[in-house]
């Protein structure tokens, strides 16, 4: 039997806790908290939150939310008569986000611990699901799309993003950095697949969830400049890799060879780095 799962009271007092089964997250360290608060954007979250159909008054979820900076930004586009759910595996990361509510004045956002393949949440009882740069990790994507769906009452939608192309797509680069980057790939399947976006429009028919709009973005542009916060945040990934990736390289002195390498790529002149954000919607009839 499903059970509801119990946020927060208002005001980010402490997340409800579950303990969810661990999960491999590629990106986790302790520092990941303060990485995911520093790569949000609020203006284009906000375009592309508009885009898609969050309105005031909806009752929303962000699952994946982390500490919730895109969720504050939700919180403040439902207005007063909405709602807004931040679900994250990791209690750290939601109490941290509990805090920056409580401290922000966000007074209808509200956190809980849950895990994305085994939703405790009150089946259709969301007008708005939004999953955004979650699938390119998950190791069943089509088990947690199948759970969302489920949170979608009728007439609700749901709407999840992600990249094609992330980290991959560049022109011109070297053949050496190129077989690096394709090895370093080949070191991370099961946890991260940069090509998570071109694949979802597939996997909504595949669980018989007939999109009605697909959207395609631009997200990763670099025409030969790099700003100072993105490539911060690219120096920050591969640091978090380099445990676990080196060994694909060679070893670890490789390994920073090819680091060094790829940032240097991303601030080239003459090099245009890109990517493709893609946003799928698909609504409950």
């Not at 922000?104 to 956002?109: A, K, T």
């Not at 994305?116 to 955004?132: G, T």
């Amino acid at each position: 039997m499903t059970t509801a799962a119990r946020p927060i009271s208002r005001g980010g007092t402490g997340p409800r806790r579950r303990t969810p089964p661990p999960r491999d997250y590629l990106m986790e360290s302790t520092h990941e908290a303060a990485r995911l608060e520093a790569k949000t954007e609020p203006q284009r979250l906000r375009s592309r939150l508009e885009l898609v159909g969050l309105r005031p008054g909806m009752r929303a979820l962000d699952a994946g939310a982390g500490t919730g900076a895109v969720a504050r930004v939700m919180a403040e586009m439902v207005g007063p008569t909405g709602e807004v759910i931040a679900l994250d595996f990791s209690v750290d990361r939601t109490r941290q986000g509990s805090r920056i509510a409580r401290k922000s004045g966000v007074e209808n956002l509200r956190f809980i611990v849950d895990d994305l393949y085994r939703l405790a949440l009150r089946p259709q009882s969301f007008d708005f699901v939004w999953c955004e740069f979650i699938f390119e990790y998950l190791a069943d994507p089509d088990a947690v799309l199948s759970q969302l769906a489920g949170l979608v009452r009728k007439g609700g939608k749901l709407v999840v993003g992600d990249i094609d192309g992330n980290g991959t797509f560049h022109y011109p680069i070297s053949p050496q950095l190129e077989d690096s980057l394709r090895k370093l790939q080949r070191s991370l399947r099961g946890s991260f697949d940069p090509y998570a976006g071109r694949k979802l429009y597939h996997r909504f028919h595949k669980l018989g969830l007939v999109p009605n709009t697909v959207h395609a973005l631009p997200y990763h542009l670099y025409a030969g400049r790099i700003s100072a916060d993105e490539l911060s945040n690219w120096k920050y990934k591969l640091k978090t890799l380099r445990a676990r990736a080196s060994a694909s390289l060679g070893g670890e002195q490789k390994y920073d060879k090819f680091a060094r390498a790829f940032l240097d790529l991303l601030r080239k002149p003459d090099v245009l780095t890109y990517s493709v954000l893609f946003l799928v919607e698909w609504t409950r009839r």
